[in-house]
């Protein structure tokens, strides 16, 4: 999904909205490689409100849906250096990378009748909830692009214009699904460059310090993914 919601940052459009209430309804595991990366359709919520999934996540890249369509590229992609496995994503966005750095994160909205823009509702409700699970760390975010960074989007959730996750976005009739990742423990050096690589070949050109991890940001230094899983998981706004 690469449209940027209208007015993303207004107040007034915000109270327009609606915000809903967002819950973590299941905590799972990525086991496999070559698992394809599917939408929980069976945490569908109640009409008004929005399931969240956490998942601890394997090293593999996930490739946008858009860019997915291209079978020359994802090809290229299987065969570069370092690229363990090549999975496509069910929703939109450009490359990212899982392990044991990476908070794997899905959403499912259900939007009342007549929602006004049902992806900005998703987006910002989605960032209220981010608001308060990130709370307990003391980082805050904005939603704004942050360009030289991995999968680069309008939806990005920043810390002092560093990217800390990523969101990609699908719409449907009658649901909006939100997939993406964020970055735990700080990135290395291998899935940085395969990050590099990946987005090399679209014409994006990434910065070692576009991005940041929650670890960083909040300055934990033993932080990781079941221990950030295990404070997000009781979160509602």
Known sequence: ?????????????????????????EVTVEREVDDPPEIPWHLTP?????????????????????????????????????????????AGGTFIVGGEAWLGLCAIGSPRAGQPMPLDWMLHS??????????QYGVTTAVERVDGAWCPGFSDLAVH????????FRITRDRVVMRGVMAVRPMSDSDFDVLVRCHRLIGVRLRRGAAVSLAEAAGIGDLTVASSIDAFAGVVS
């Open 161 to 168: 214009e560093r990217k800390l996750a990523g969101l990609g």
């Open 46 to 90: 109640p009409i008004g409100e929005i399931a969240m999934q956490l998942r601890s996540t394997v090293r593999r890249v996930a490739v946008g849906a858009g860019l997915a369509r291209n079978s020359t590229l994802v090809e290229k992609v299987r065969r570069l250096p370092g690229v363990p496995a090549v999975v496509t994503s069910p």
């Open 126 to 135: 989605l960032h209220r909830w981010f608001g308060a699970a990130l709370a």
């Open 1 to 25: 999904m690469d449209r940027a919601p209208a007015s993303a940052s207004s107040a007034d459009v915000i109270d327009r909205l609606g915000l809903s209430s967002v819950s973590v309804t």
